[in-house]
């Protein structure tokens, strides 16, 4: 029985479908600056049309939650910063946009409401404002 079990645990883990490399990303790129956390910038691609950017952030490989009792406000990106505490002027996740090689523009809607377009970059940053340290 266990060797029934494991075998079926290794061709179960066999479906599970990575995010899409985000050199040759056919979809939303996504960059995430993790630096003020004292990681790097990271990218991944959300392929396709995600119709968010929360499903972007998501689907090109990074899991994210919201601040306990503010709904649609991103806490922590990969478990980042932990604790998850309540965002302050100088300590939260901010959002930005661009196209590939362009500059990066804050957002001015939450990523739970911004349709992002194929193509395009969606980034995050963790400080008081501060655009990833990467060109888009």
């Not at 050199?23 to 691609?45: H, I, P, S, Y």
């Not at 100088?90 to 990066?104: D, M, V």
């Amino acid at each position: 029985m266990r060797r029934v079990l494991a075998v079926l645990a290794l061709v179960a883990s066999s479906f599970v479908v990575a995010p899409a490399s985000a050199d040759d990303c056919a979809g939303v790129k996504v960059v995430v600056d993790f630096t003020a956390l004292g990681g790097g910038v990271e990218t991944g691609c959300a392929p396709g049309d995600p119709a968010t950017g929360l499903v972007a952030l998501k689907d090109a490989g990074f899991p994210y939650t919201f601040v306990p009792r503010m709904p649609g406000l991103v806490c922590q990106i990969k478990l980042l910063p932990n604790p998850c505490t309540k965002p302050t002027t100088t300590a939260y996740w901010s959002y930005w946009h661009a196209t590939p090689g362009g500059t990066w523009t804050y957002s001015t809607s939450g990523a739970g409401s911004h349709d992002p377009a194929p193509g395009t970059v969606e980034g995050w940053s963790f400080g008081a404002g501060t655009a990833p340290g990467v060109t888009p």
